[in-house]
Nanobody
């Protein structure tokens, strides 16, 4: 059973930075893609960033230039570096992975709160 464990969330002031980590229970080469979604209270879950098996990163315009996704194969970990955080970035952030057989896996989520 694949497990994804997020960490790194917390409370940060507007303009601050956080780095989220997603540790996978198996080699991340076994996934077609990995990424991050977020869900704010009362809103639908939205896509934040993805990185493909070949290392191509994609992000929506809402976070492009502020967020960066990266990975460390040796540590089986994907990261989300978040800079210039805004109050509207407040949400639970979820790690997501798609296996080679197109199965979806989710982490338990980590809370990010941007507030002064």
């Amino acid at each position: 059973q694949v497990q994804l464990v997020e960490s790194g969330g917390g409370l940060v002031q507007p303009g601050g930075s956080l780095r989220l980590s997603c540790a996978a229970s198996e080699n991340i080469f076994s996934f077609n893609s990995m990424g991050w979604y977020r869900q704010a209270p009362g809103k639908q879950r939205e896509w934040v960033a993805s990185i493909s098996k070949v290392g191509e990163a994609t992000l929506p315009e809402s976070v492009k230039g502020r967020f960066t996704i990266s990975r460390d194969y040796a540590k089986h970990t994907v990261y989300l570096q978040m800079n210039s955080l805004k109050p509207e970035d407040t949400a639970v952030y979820y790690c997501h992975a798609v296996s080679l057989s197109s199965l979806d896996y989710w982490g338990q989520g980590t809370q990010v709160t941007v507030s002064s």
